[in-house]
C-alpha cells in the first residue's frame, strides 16, 4: 500500500497511524482498536480445555468481534492462555468445512442426509445393531452430545458408542467410580488457593492448564509444591519438590509413599475408620512396599521417599505471617494436602490403579471434603465431564447403568423413550470398537469432532482398519482433518461461538456458551444435524422434546433427578450466566448450593457407595509392556508441547500468531549426554525409529528428559505412528507414554 | 447409489425441504443483542483491576517508564502474546511481543520462558538508524514510539535492533512495533500484555535512567546491553544458570536477502572504483569522460535499484533527515552527490578543460568513496559479527577496487588506452587477494567456534554451500582461466568484458549471503 507523503518533514499522524487507534470502549472494557469497538458484549465459556474459562465476547450488530477473559467469572478471574483469546480468529480458516461432502465432492445437505441414513440402515439391517457405531468428542456440548447418544442408540438403534474422552478421562471415571461409588471429582478450583501442599502427579499445568496455575500462584499459604514427572518441565521448575521418577514407576511410588504414612504415623486414624473400607488390606499389601524396594524401581533414593511423605504428613515451611499471630502452630501441624493428576496417570498400562492410589493417599490421611484437599483429577477437554456423565456412551444419561431395568425405566419417563429403545447393555470401548472394526463386525463408525486418525495410538494400525470400513462419516468443523480426509461422507458442523450450549467443566462447573457468529456455508450445528439426521431416518416423533440446546437441557435435569450429579435445581440458561455457571449438585430440594459458587463434595465424609464409605482399591504394579532392548534404547514419552497447542491442532494450527508461539519445527527433547554418544549436535536432524514407524526431527539438548528417555509433543501427526498401543485393563485408556525407541543422526 | 438410494426413502418431499431450509436459516440467525446479553455492564473497569501493575505517577527527569518480567510467576503460557495481538487490533500474525526459552545443561536441567517485547532502550538503536527521524522517543516516559506514517518501510531498524523487535508489514510496507500501549497508560490503564499475564508477571515500572545496565545481558542470550541500554528488567528468585542458553541456540536459519541492496552495494561499489581509476589514471579528456560516464551509469542504477527496497518510496525524501545518527542517512546523501558529479564532469569535459575535467573526476571519486565508506559504516553500525569494520570493510572496499578495476580494464580495452596493462594485472592480483582473504576467513570462522561469526560460517556451510562453490568456479576462470586465454591471444576486449561479468555475479553471490549468512541477534526463541 503505498501512501502519499504529506508536506512536512514528520508526519505524527496520518491513515498508518489511523490503524492502530484505539479508544475507550464501554463495558469496562477499557481501549480496544477503533476499528473493533463493540456495541454491545456477551459472555462465554472457552470451548477449548476443561479450565472452563468464562470470556467476554465483544458483538458488533450481534456478531462477535473480538474477546477478553471475563474477570467476573469464578474461574479465570479475568485472564486466558492464547487459546482462549484466539479462539473466534480459528472460525474463520479457509478450511472449514462448509457444505457436506460425498466422496470428496460437494453435495446438498438433503442428499447427505439421504445417504447417511441409507447406508447406516444397510449396515444395521444387514448385520444387526452392532455393525455401526459412533464415536464422539469432549469439544462439543453435552446437550448435543446427549443428543448423539439418544439418537445413535434410542432412535437408530446402535449399541455401541464411545468417545475421545476414553483417550483422556476414562482413568478417572473408572477409578473415581469404584473408590467413591460415582464418577466424582471432588475439588473445586479453590482448593488451588487453600492447600498446604500440592502435589502434581504426571501433570504439567503451567503449559496444559495455565489459568488453573494462575490459581496456585494465588495460594498465600506459601505451598509446598511437589511435582511426580519423569521430565523437568515449567511446573516442576516452579516446585518446591520434583520427584524425577522413571517413567511408569509412579504407582511403585504411590504405595511407597502409602507405606511411609502407615510406618510413621501418617494416617488419620479416625476418618479411614468412620469413612472408608478395605484399609486394612491395603496397610498388609502396602507392607511389601519397603523404601528399598521403592528407591530401587523408582530411581528416588530413600532420603527423597522420606522428604516427599514428610511433606504430606507435616506442615515442614510454614512461618508464621501477619506479624506473627499466636494461632499456635499445631495448629497448622496437620497439612491440607491436595492430590492433582491428569494425563500422566490416566494414560497408562495399569492407569485406574495408579489414580487410586492417589485416591487412596487422600483417603488414608484424610485429606478430602475439606478446603485445600481432594484427590482431583484435572480433565482435558471443555465437556469431557459432560461427556462422563450425559454422552449415553458407556453410561446411560444422567450416570446410569444399561444393565440395570430400574435406571431404564427412569431414562424412558424423563425422556419420553419407550423403555423397549433403551439398550439393556453398555458399549464397546473406543478400542474394542476399532477391533471389532478390523475382525468385521463393525462396518460403519460416524465420527463426530474427533480425529483418530491424527490421535490414536498405533496410529497405522487405526487407519488400516479405518479403510476397511463401508461407511466412514466425519462430522466436524473442517474437511482438512486427517480423518476427515479418510471419510466417505463429510458433514460440515458449526464451531463453537456459531451455536449455543453449555459444557462441563474439571470442576463440575455448568458453563453456558451461546452462539454469537454465523457458521460458514451451510455448516450446522451438531445440534441441528442430529436433529435432521432423526427425520430422515424417520424417528423424529422420539425426539419431540428436543427441539433446542435448552428444552434438551431440561430433560437432562430431569435424567439427573437423584443421581450425585443432580442439576434439578437449575432454573435455565439464564440462570447459568448469571451465576457464573453452577456446580452439579444443584438439586431443586435443597437450596444450600446458592449460597456459593464454590463447592466441594463429601464435606459430610459420605461417599456414593452402598455402604456411604470410599474404597481401597489396589493390584500389585506391573512393568509396561514395552521396554527398553538393544535395538530400542529409549523410552518415548508424549505430551502437550506448547499451551497454544492443542490436540491435533485442527483449530489451533489455524491461528497464525498460536502458531508463533511453537517451534516451527518438530522437536525432539533429548539428553545432551545421549547426544554426545550418538554424536548429535543441538538442532541437527535426527530419525526417531519404533517397532511401528519412523519420522526425523530437529534434536532439543535439554538436561529436562533424563538419558535414556526422549519426549516428542504429539500435536505433530507423525507421532502417534511410532506409539505403542497397550491400554489400561480397567479404563481401557490407552497408553502414550511409553514406547520403546532408538534415535540416529540424519 | 445415490439414485438408488432415493428411491428407498419415502419421506415427504415437501416436508424435508421445509425443515432442511428452516434448519438453515436458524443457524444463520443471531439472536439480538436485547437477548443475549442483558446487564453484563460495568464490570470492574480496566482501570481498577490492574491499578498495582503501572506506576502511579509520570517518571521524574532522569527516569522513564519500563518493562520488568518476574520470571518466577512466568511459567510459559504466553497469554501476553495473544492478547497484544488482539487487544491492539494487530494483524493476522502480528504480536509485538515475543516468547522464547532458556534450557539448563547437562547438569543442569533449567527451563524457564521468557517473554519479551520492545525494550524501549535508553539508547534505542532503531531510532538513532532511521534515515527519516521515523522514531520518537518520549522525553518524559522514556517510551520508544514509531511513526507508522513517517516510515519508508526501509528495514535499516530491523538490523539495527539487536533484540528483532520491529517488524516488517509487509501489507502496508512500513515497520511496526510496540509502544507499550502508550495510549493505555496515559489513561492510567495497563498495557495488553499486562493486562493479559494470569500471574502478574509484567508490570510497568519507573526505573532510573542512571540505573539502566550498560553492560552484561538483560538475560541469558540477549544481545550486550552496551549497545542500547536496554530498559526491561527480568527479576527472579533463582539464578538463571551461567550456561542457560536459548531453546533455539541451535537452530541455523537464513535471513532476509534484501535482493535491492545487494545489487545496490555491488553496483555502486564498482561505479565507486571505476571513479578513481578515471581520477587515477593519466588519461586524456575523451577518455577520462567515457570511463566516468560508465562508472556514473552504474552507480545510477544501483541507486536506483535501492528505491525497490522500500516500502513506502514516495516518502524517501525525507530521507536526509535522519544524518546526525543515522549512517543510512549519510550514505544516502553521499550517494546524492554522484549526479552533481556527473554534471560537473559533463561540463567540464563540454568545456574541453582537462584539468576541470579531473577536478570533478576526483571530487566525484572521493564522494563515492566516502559513501562506499557510509555503506560500510551502515552496516558496522548494527554491530553484528559477521558485519564487522574488517569484515564489512574488506568486502565493500575489496569490492570497489576490484570491480573498480575490471571496469576500466574493459573501458579502456575498448577505446585502446594505454594503461590498460596496469589496469588488467590489478584486477587479476586484486581477484586473488580477495578471494584468499575472503576463503581463508570462512574456514577459520568454521573450525573456530569461539570465532565472532561461527554461526554464520555454519549458516553458509548448511545452506550456501552451492553458492560458495560456484564463487570458486567463478574465480577459477576470473583468475585463472581467462588470464592464461589472453595470454595464449584470446580476443581481449571480449575476455575482459566476460571476466567482468564474472566477477561482478561472484560479489553479487557474495552479497547476497552478507545478508542470508548474517544471523541476526534476537532475544531467545522457541
Same mark, same amino acid.
Given at each position: 500500500?503505498?501512501?502519499?507523503?504529506?508536506?512536512?518533514?514528520?508526519?505524527?499522524?496520518?491513515?498508518?497511524?489511523?490503524?492502530?487507534?484505539?479508544?475507550?470502549?464501554?463495558?469496562?472494557?477499557?481501549?480496544?482498536?477503533?476499528?473493533?469497538?463493540?456495541?454491545?458484549?456477551?459472555?462465554?465459556?472457552?470451548?477449548?480445555?476443561?479450565?472452563?474459562?468464562?470470556?467476554?465476547?465483544?458483538?458488533?450488530?450481534?456478531?462477535?468481534?473480538?474477546?477478553?477473559?471475563?474477570?467476573?467469572?469464578?474461574?479465570?478471574?479475568?485472564?486466558?492462555?492464547?487459546?482462549?483469546?484466539?479462539?473466534?480468529?480459528?472460525?474463520?480458516?479457509?478450511?472449514?468445512?462448509?457444505?457436506?461432502?460425498?466422496?470428496?465432492?460437494?453435495?446438498?445437505?438433503?442428499?447427505?442426509?439421504?445417504?447417511?441414513?441409507?447406508?447406516?440402515?444397510?449396515?444395521?439391517?444387514?448385520?444387526?445393531?452392532?455393525?455401526?457405531?459412533?464415536?464422539?468428542?469432549?469439544?462439543?456440548?453435552?446437550?448435543?452430545?446427549?443428543?448423539?447418544?439418544?439418537?445413535?442408540?434410542?432412535?437408530?438403534?446402535?449399541?455401541?458408542?464411545?468417545?475421545?474422552?476414553?483417550?483422556?478421562?476414562?482413568?478417572?471415571?473408572?477409578?473415581?467410580?469404584?473408590?467413591?461409588?460415582?464418577?466424582?471429582?471432588?475439588?473445586?478450583?479453590?482448593?488451588?488457593?487453600?492447600?498446604?501442599?500440592?502435589?502434581?502427579?504426571?501433570?504439567?499445568?503451567?503449559?496444559?492448564?495455565?489459568?488453573?496455575?494462575?490459581?496456585?500462584?494465588?495460594?498465600?499459604?506459601?505451598?509446598?509444591?511437589?511435582?511426580?514427572?519423569?521430565?523437568?518441565?515449567?511446573?516442576?521448575?516452579?516446585?518446591?519438590?520434583?520427584?524425577?521418577?522413571?517413567?511408569?514407576?509412579?504407582?511403585?511410588?504411590?504405595?511407597?509413599?502409602?507405606?511411609?504414612?502407615?510406618?510413621?504415623?501418617?494416617?488419620?486414624?479416625?476418618?479411614?475408620?468412620?469413612?472408608?473400607?478395605?484399609?486394612?488390606?491395603?496397610?498388609?499389601?502396602?507392607?511389601?512396599?519397603?523404601?528399598?524396594?521403592?528407591?530401587?524401581?523408582?530411581?528416588?533414593?530413600?532420603?527423597?521417599?522420606?522428604?516427599?511423605?514428610?511433606?504430606?504428613?507435616?506442615?515442614?515451611?510454614?512461618?508464621?505471617?501477619?506479624?506473627?499471630?499466636?494461632?499456635?502452630?499445631?495448629?497448622?501441624?496437620?497439612?491440607?494436602?491436595?492430590?492433582?493428576?491428569?494425563?500422566?496417570?490416566?494414560?497408562?498400562?495399569?492407569?485406574?490403579?495408579?489414580?487410586?492410589?492417589?485416591?487412596?493417599?487422600?483417603?488414608?490421611?484424610?485429606?478430602?471434603?475439606?478446603?485445600?484437599?481432594?484427590?482431583?483429577?484435572?480433565?482435558?477437554?471443555?465437556?469431557?465431564?459432560?461427556?462422563?456423565?450425559?454422552?449415553?456412551?458407556?453410561?446411560?444419561?444422567?450416570?446410569?447403568?444399561?444393565?440395570?431395568?430400574?435406571?431404564?425405566?427412569?431414562?424412558?419417563?424423563?425422556?419420553?423413550?419407550?423403555?423397549?429403545?433403551?439398550?439393556?447393555?453398555?458399549?464397546?470401548?473406543?478400542?474394542?470398537?476399532?477391533?471389532?472394526?478390523?475382525?468385521?463386525?463393525?462396518?460403519?463408525?460416524?465420527?463426530?469432532?474427533?480425529?483418530?486418525?491424527?490421535?490414536?495410538?498405533?496410529?497405522?494400525?487405526?487407519?488400516?482398519?479405518?479403510?476397511?470400513?463401508?461407511?466412514?462419516?466425519?462430522?466436524?468443523?473442517?474437511?482438512?482433518?486427517?480423518?476427515?480426509?479418510?471419510?466417505?461422507?463429510?458433514?460440515?458442523?458449526?464451531?463453537?461461538?456459531?451455536?449455543?450450549?453449555?459444557?462441563?467443566?474439571?470442576?463440575?462447573?455448568?458453563?453456558?456458551?451461546?452462539?454469537?457468529?454465523?457458521?460458514?456455508?451451510?455448516?450446522?450445528?451438531?445440534?441441528?444435524?442430529?436433529?435432521?439426521?432423526?427425520?430422515?431416518?424417520?424417528?423424529?416423533?422420539?425426539?419431540?422434546?428436543?427441539?433446542?440446546? *435448552?428444552?434438551?437441557?431440561?430433560?437432562? %435435569? /430431569? #435424567?439427573? $433427578?437423584?443421581?450425585?450429579?443432580?442439576? +434439578? @435445581?437449575?432454573?435455565?440458561?439464564?440462570?447459568?450466566?448469571?451465576?457464573?455457571?453452577?456446580?452439579?449438585?444443584?438439586?431443586?430440594?435443597?437450596?444450600?448450593?446458592?449460597?456459593?459458587?464454590?463447592?466441594?463434595?463429601?464435606?459430610?465424609?459420605?461417599?456414593?457407595?452402598?455402604?456411604?464409605?470410599?474404597?481401597?482399591?489396589?493390584? *500389585?504394579?506391573?512393568?509396561?509392556?514395552? %521396554? /527398553? #532392548?538393544? $535395538?530400542?534404547?529409549?523410552?518415548?514419552? +508424549? @505430551?502437550?508441547?506448547?499451551?497454544?497447542?492443542?490436540?491435533?491442532?485442527?483449530?489451533?494450527?489455524?491461528?497464525?500468531?498460536?502458531?508463533?508461539?511453537?517451534?516451527?519445527?518438530?522437536?525432539?527433547?533429548?539428553?545432551?549426554?545421549?547426544?554426545?554418544?550418538?554424536?548429535?549436535?543441538?538442532?541437527?536432524?535426527?530419525?526417531?525409529?519404533?517397532?511401528?514407524?519412523?519420522?526425523?526431527?530437529?534434536?532439543?539438548?535439554?538436561?529436562?528428559?533424563?538419558?535414556?528417555?526422549?519426549?516428542?509433543?504429539?500435536?505433530?501427526?507423525?507421532?502417534?505412528?511410532?506409539?505403542?498401543?497397550?491400554?489400561?485393563?480397567?479404563?481401557?485408556?490407552?497408553?502414550?507414554?511409553?514406547?520403546?525407541?532408538?534415535?540416529?543422526?540424519? | 447409489?445415490?439414485?438408488?438410494?432415493?428411491?428407498?426413502?419415502?419421506?415427504?418431499?415437501?416436508?424435508?425441504?421445509?425443515?432442511?431450509?428452516?434448519?438453515?436459516?436458524?443457524?444463520?440467525?443471531?439472536?439480538?443483542?436485547?437477548?443475549?446479553?442483558?446487564?453484563?455492564?460495568?464490570?470492574?473497569?480496566?482501570?481498577?483491576?490492574?491499578?498495582?501493575?503501572?506506576?502511579?505517577?509520570?517518571?521524574?527527569?532522569?527516569?522513564?517508564?519500563?518493562?520488568?518480567?518476574?520470571?518466577?510467576?512466568?511459567?510459559?503460557?504466553?497469554?501476553?502474546?495473544?492478547?497484544?495481538?488482539?487487544?491492539?487490533?494487530?494483524?493476522?500474525?502480528?504480536?509485538?511481543?515475543?516468547?522464547?526459552?532458556?534450557?539448563?545443561?547437562?547438569?543442569?536441567?533449567?527451563?524457564?520462558?521468557?517473554?519479551?517485547?520492545?525494550?524501549?532502550?535508553?539508547?534505542?538503536?532503531?531510532?538513532?538508524?532511521?534515515?527519516?527521524?521515523?522514531?520518537?522517543?518520549?522525553?518524559?516516559?522514556?517510551?520508544?514510539?514509531?511513526?507508522?506514517?513517517?516510515?519508508?518501510?526501509?528495514?535499516?531498524?530491523?538490523?539495527?535492533?539487536?533484540?528483532?523487535?520491529?517488524?516488517?508489514?509487509?501489507?502496508?510496507?512500513?515497520?511496526?512495533?510496540?509502544?507499550?500501549?502508550?495510549?493505555?497508560?496515559?489513561?492510567?490503564?495497563?498495557?495488553?500484555?499486562?493486562?493479559?499475564?494470569?500471574?502478574?508477571?509484567?508490570?510497568?515500572?519507573?526505573?532510573?535512567?542512571?540505573?539502566?545496565?550498560?553492560?552484561?545481558?538483560?538475560?541469558?542470550?540477549?544481545?550486550?546491553?552496551?549497545?542500547?541500554?536496554?530498559?526491561?528488567?527480568?527479576?527472579?528468585?533463582?539464578?538463571?544458570?551461567?550456561?542457560?542458553?536459548?531453546?533455539?541456540?541451535?537452530?541455523?536459519?537464513?535471513?532476509?536477502?534484501?535482493?535491492?541492496?545487494?545489487?545496490?552495494?555491488?553496483?555502486?561499489?564498482?561505479?565507486?572504483?571505476?571513479?578513481?581509476?578515471?581520477?587515477?589514471?593519466?588519461?586524456?579528456?575523451?577518455?577520462?569522460?567515457?570511463?566516468?560516464?560508465?562508472?556514473?551509469?552504474?552507480?545510477?542504477?544501483?541507486?536506483?535499484?535501492?528505491?525497490?527496497?522500500?516500502?513506502?518510496?514516495?516518502?524517501?525524501?525525507?530521507?536526509?533527515?535522519?544524518?546526525?545518527?543515522?549512517?543510512?542517512?549519510?550514505?544516502?546523501?553521499?550517494?546524492?552527490?554522484?549526479?552533481?558529479?556527473?554534471?560537473?564532469?559533463?561540463?567540464?569535459?563540454?568545456?574541453?578543460?582537462?584539468?576541470?575535467?579531473?577536478?570533478?573526476?576526483?571530487?566525484?571519486?572521493?564522494?563515492?568513496?566516502?559513501?562506499?565508506?557510509?555503506?560500510?559504516?551502515?552496516?558496522?553500525?548494527?554491530?553484528?559479527?559477521?558485519?564487522?569494520?574488517?569484515?564489512?570493510?574488506?568486502?565493500?572496499?575489496?569490492?570497489?577496487?576490484?570491480?573498480?578495476?575490471?571496469?576500466?580494464?574493459?573501458?579502456?580495452?575498448?577505446?585502446?588506452?594505454?594503461?590498460?596493462?596496469?589496469?588488467?594485472?590489478?584486477?587479476?592480483?586484486?581477484?586473488?587477494?580477495?578471494?584468499?582473504?575472503?576463503?581463508?576467513?570462512?574456514?577459520?570462522?568454521?573450525?573456530?567456534?569461539?570465532?565472532?561469526?561461527?554461526?554464520?560460517?555454519?549458516?553458509?556451510?548448511?545452506?550456501?554451500?552451492?553458492?560458495?562453490?560456484?564463487?570458486?568456479?567463478?574465480?577459477?576462470?576470473?583468475?585463472?582461466?581467462?588470464?592464461?586465454?589472453?595470454?595464449?591471444?584470446?580476443?581481449?576486449?571480449?575476455?575482459?568484458?566476460?571476466?567482468?561479468?564474472?566477477?561482478?555475479?561472484?560479489?553479487?553471490?557474495?552479497?547476497?549471503?552478507?545478508?542470508?549468512?548474517?544471523?541476526?541477534?534476537?532475544?531467545?526463541?522457541?
Amino acid at each position: 500500500m503505498l501512501t502519499a507523503p504529506a508536506m512536512t518533514f514528520r508526519e505524527w499522524t496520518g491513515p498508518l497511524t489511523a490503524d492502530l487507534v484505539r479508544e475507550p470502549a464501554k463495558f469496562g472494557l477499557g481501549q480496544v482498536p477503533s476499528r473493533l469497538l463493540p456495541d454491545a458484549t456477551t459472555k462465554a465459556v472457552c470451548g477449548f480445555c476443561s479450565t472452563g474459562c468464562g470470556l467476554n465476547i465483544h458483538l458488533k450488530d450481534g456478531a462477535a468481534i473480538n474477546l477478553t477473559p471475563d474477570p467476573d467469572y469464578p474461574v479465570n478471574l479475568g485472564t486466558a492462555c492464547p487459546k482462549g483469546w484466539e479462539a473466534l480468529s480459528v472460525l474463520d480458516a479457509p478450511d472449514r468445512a462448509k457444505m457436506p461432502l460425498l466422496h470428496g465432492k460437494e453435495v446438498d445437505w438433503d442428499t447427505a442426509l439421504r445417504y447417511f441414513c441409507d447406508q447406516m440402515k444397510r449396515s444395521l439391517d444387514q448385520h444387526g445393531p452392532e455393525a455401526a457405531a459412533f464415536l464422539s468428542t469432549g469439544q462439543i456440548m453435552f446437550e448435543e452430545m446427549a443428543f448423539l447418544g439418544a439418537l445413535a442408540k434410542f432412535g437408530m438403534g446402535m449399541i455401541h458408542g464411545d468417545g475421545n474422552t476414553r483417550q483422556c478421562m476414562a482413568t478417572a471415571v473408572t477409578a473415581y467410580k469404584e473408590s467413591f461409588g460415582f464418577d466424582a471429582p471432588p475439588f473445586t478450583y479453590a482448593d488451588f488457593e487453600e492447600s498446604d501442599v500440592l502435589v502434581f502427579i504426571g501433570a504439567n499445568p503451567c503449559i496444559a492448564h495455565p489459568i488453573m496455575w494462575q490459581r496456585v500462584l494465588r495460594n498465600q499459604r506459601q505451598p509446598e509444591i511437589i511435582v511426580v514427572d519423569p521430565r523437568t518441565t515449567e511446573t516442576a521448575m516452579a516446585a518446591t519438590q520434583h520427584h524425577a521418577i522413571k517413567p511408569k514407576s509412579d504407582l511403585t511410588l504411590l504405595y511407597g509413599l502409602a507405606h511411609l504414612l502407615i510406618r510413621d504415623g501418617g494416617v488419620d486414624q479416625s476418618f479411614v475408620e468412620d469413612h472408608t473400607s478395605g484399609f486394612e488390606a491395603f496397610a498388609a499389601f502396602v507392607a511389601a512396599f519397603t523404601p528399598e524396594r521403592v528407591s530401587a524401581e523408582t530411581g528416588l533414593s530413600a532420603e527423597q521417599l522420606m522428604r516427599f511423605a514428610n511433606a504430606l504428613m507435616r506442615r515442614t515451611n510454614f512461618q508464621v505471617r501477619s506479624g506473627g499471630n499466636e494461632l499456635g502452630s499445631s495448629f497448622y501441624d496437620k497439612p491440607r494436602v491436595s492430590f492433582w493428576w491428569t494425563m500422566g496417570v490416566n494414560q497408562s498400562h495399569q492407569a485406574t490403579r495408579t489414580a487410586q492410589a492417589i485416591i487412596n493417599l487422600a483417603l488414608m490421611t484424610g485429606n478430602i471434603g475439606k478446603p485445600g484437599t481432594g484427590a482431583n483429577s484435572i480433565t482435558g477437554q471443555c465437556n469431557a465431564m459432560g461427556s462422563r456423565l450425559f454422552s449415553n456412551t458407556t453410561n446411560l444419561l444422567g450416570g446410569h447403568d444399561f444393565k440395570n431395568p430400574r435406571h431404564r425405566e427412569k431414562i424412558s419417563l424423563a425422556t419420553g423413550i419407550p423403555v423397549g429403545r433403551i439398550p439393556d447393555r453398555p458399549s464397546l470401548a473406543y478400542d474394542q470398537i476399532i477391533q471389532a472394526a478390523d475382525a468385521g463386525t463393525v462396518k460403519a463408525i460416524w465420527f463426530v469432532a474427533t480425529n483418530p486418525s491424527h490421535s490414536w495410538i498405533d496410529q497405522n494400525e487405526m487407519n488400516r482398519v479405518l479403510n476397511k470400513l463401508d461407511f466412514l462419516v466425519v462430522q466436524d468443523m473442517y474437511c482438512t482433518t486427517e480423518t476427515a480426509k479418510r471419510a466417505h461422507l463429510v458433514l460440515p458442523a458449526a464451531g463453537w461461538g456459531e451455536k449455543e450450549g453449555c459444557f462441563i467443566n474439571s470442576e463440575r462447573r455448568i458453563g453456558y456458551s451461546p452462539k454469537v457468529r454465523r457458521a460458514p456455508g451451510q455448516a450446522l450445528a451438531d445440534f441441528h444435524i442430529f436433529r435432521l439426521i432423526a427425520h430422515y431416518w424417520g424417528c423424529e416423533d422420539l425426539f419431540r422434546n428436543w427441539q433446542t440446546p *435448552e428444552s434438551a437441557f431440561r430433560m437432562l %435435569q /430431569r #435424567c439427573s $433427578e437423584g443421581q450425585p450429579c443432580e442439576i +434439578t @435445581g437449575i432454573e435455565g440458561y439464564e440462570m447459568i450466566r448469571k451465576r457464573g455457571g453452577v456446580q452439579w449438585p444443584a438439586k431443586m430440594t435443597n437450596d444450600e448450593w446458592r449460597m456459593t459458587n464454590e463447592r466441594r463434595l463429601f464435606e459430610d465424609g459420605r461417599f456414593f457407595t452402598a455402604d456411604k464409605r470410599a474404597r481401597f482399591c489396589f493390584d *500389585e504394579p506391573v512393568a509396561a509392556p514395552e %521396554q /527398553r #532392548c538393544d $535395538e530400542f534404547p529409549f523410552i518415548l514419552m +508424549t @505430551g502437550r508441547g506448547t499451551s497454544a497447542q492443542w490436540h491435533t491442532e485442527t483449530r489451533t494450527g489455524k491461528s497464525a500468531v498460536l502458531s508463533k508461539m511453537m517451534p516451527e519445527d518438530l522437536m525432539l527433547d533429548l539428553n545432551p549426554a545421549d547426544a554426545a554418544k550418538l554424536g548429535v549436535l543441538d538442532g541437527q536432524g535426527v530419525r526417531v525409529i519404533s517397532k511401528r514407524a519412523e519420522l526425523t526431527a530437529l534434536a532439543r539438548l535439554t538436561g529436562c528428559v533424563k538419558p535414556g528417555e526422549v519426549y516428542l509433543p504429539m500435536h505433530d501427526s507423525r507421532v502417534n505412528q511410532l506409539t505403542h498401543a497397550s491400554f489400561d485393563p480397567h479404563s481401557r485408556q490407552p497408553s502414550y507414554k511409553h514406547s520403546a525407541v532408538r534415535v540416529e543422526a540424519v | 447409489m445415490i439414485r438408488d438410494m432415493e428411491r428407498t426413502i419415502s419421506t415427504g418431499g415437501g416436508s424435508v425441504v421445509s425443515i432442511l431450509e428452516a434448519t438453515l436459516r436458524e443457524q444463520q440467525t443471531l439472536r439480538t443483542p436485547v437477548a443475549l446479553f442483558s446487564e453484563e455492564y460495568d464490570a470492574r473497569s480496566v482501570r481498577e483491576r490492574f491499578s498495582h501493575l503501572i506506576p502511579l505517577s509520570k517518571p521524574n527527569p532522569g527516569e522513564q517508564l519500563a518493562f520488568q518480567v518476574n520470571l518466577d510467576a512466568c511459567t510459559g503460557c504466553k497469554a501476553c502474546v495473544a492478547a497484544c495481538h488482539s487487544l491492539n487490533g494487530l494483524d493476522e500474525d502480528e504480536s509485538w511481543r515475543d516468547i522464547g526459552l532458556l534450557v539448563g545443561t547437562r547438569k543442569q536441567p533449567y527451563l524457564q520462558t521468557v517473554t519479551s517485547a520492545c525494550h524501549h532502550c535508553e539508547d534505542p538503536a532503531c531510532s538513532n538508524g532511521c534515515p527519516v527521524l521515523a522514531y520518537d522517543k518520549d522525553p518524559i516516559t522514556g517510551i520508544v514510539r514509531h511513526l507508522d506514517d513517517q516510515c519508508i518501510g526501509c528495514s535499516y531498524c530491523i538490523l539495527k535492533c539487536p533484540y528483532d523487535v520491529p517488524k516488517f508489514n509487509l501489507k502496508r510496507g512500513i515497520v511496526r512495533k510496540c509502544d507499550m500501549c502508550q495510549g493505555r497508560l496515559t489513561e492510567g490503564e495497563a498495557p495488553a500484555c499486562v493486562q493479559a499475564c494470569p500471574n502478574e508477571a509484567i508490570k510497568i515500572q519507573v526505573v532510573k535512567l542512571s540505573d539502566v545496565p550498560d553492560r552484561g545481558q538483560i538475560i541469558a542470550g540477549a544481545f550486550d546491553s552496551s549497545y542500547t541500554r536496554p530498559t526491561t528488567t527480568y527479576v527472579s528468585s533463582k539464578t538463571v544458570p551461567e550456561a542457560a542458553k536459548p531453546a533455539d541456540a541451535g537452530r541455523l536459519d537464513l535471513d532476509h536477502g534484501h535482493v535491492p541492496l545487494a545489487w545496490m552495494l555491488v553496483l555502486t561499489q564498482m561505479s565507486a572504483g571505476g571513479f578513481l581509476g578515471a581520477a587515477l589514471a593519466p588519461l586524456s579528456l575523451n577518455e577520462v569522460a567515457v570511463t566516468s560516464a560508465v562508472a556514473l551509469f552504474f552507480g545510477l542504477i544501483g541507486i536506483a535499484l535501492s528505491v525497490l527496497h522500500l516500502g513506502q518510496p514516495l516518502k524517501a525524501w525525507r530521507a536526509f533527515l535522519g544524518w546526525k545518527k543515522s549512517w543510512l542517512s549519510r550514505e544516502i546523501i553521499a550517494f546524492g552527490a554522484l549526479p552533481g558529479g556527473g554534471v560537473a564532469i559533463a561540463v567540464a569535459w563540454w568545456l574541453g578543460d582537462l584539468s576541470l575535467l579531473r577536478l570533478a573526476v576526483v571530487g566525484t571519486a572521493l564522494a563515492a568513496l566516502g559513501a562506499v565508506a557510509c555503506s560500510v559504516m551502515v552496516y558496522v553500525d548494527t554491530r553484528r559479527a559477521f558485519w564487522s569494520l574488517a569484515q564489512t570493510g574488506g568486502k565493500f572496499f575489496g569490492t570497489t577496487l576490484l570491480l573498480g578495476a575490471s571496469l576500466c580494464a574493459v573501458v579502456w580495452s575498448w577505446c585502446g588506452v594505454a594503461e590498460l596493462p596496469c589496469a588488467i594485472a590489478l584486477a587479476v592480483a586484486l581477484r586473488w587477494f580477495v578471494s584468499v582473504w575472503e576463503i581463508s576467513g570462512y574456514r577459520d570462522a568454521l573450525s573456530d567456534e569461539s570465532c565472532a561469526w561461527h554461526k554464520s560460517a555454519r549458516i553458509m556451510e548448511k545452506y550456501l554451500s552451492s553458492a560458495l562453490e560456484l564463487r570458486g568456479l567463478l574465480f577459477v576462470m576470473t583468475g585463472l582461466l581467462i588470464p592464461v586465454l589472453i595470454a595464449a591471444g584470446a580476443p581481449m576486449p571480449w575476455m575482459l568484458t566476460i571476466s567482468l561479468l564474472l566477477t561482478f555475479s561472484s560479489q553479487l553471490i557474495e552479497r547476497h549471503y552478507f545478508f542470508t549468512a548474517c544471523h541476526c541477534p534476537k532475544m531467545p526463541g522457541n
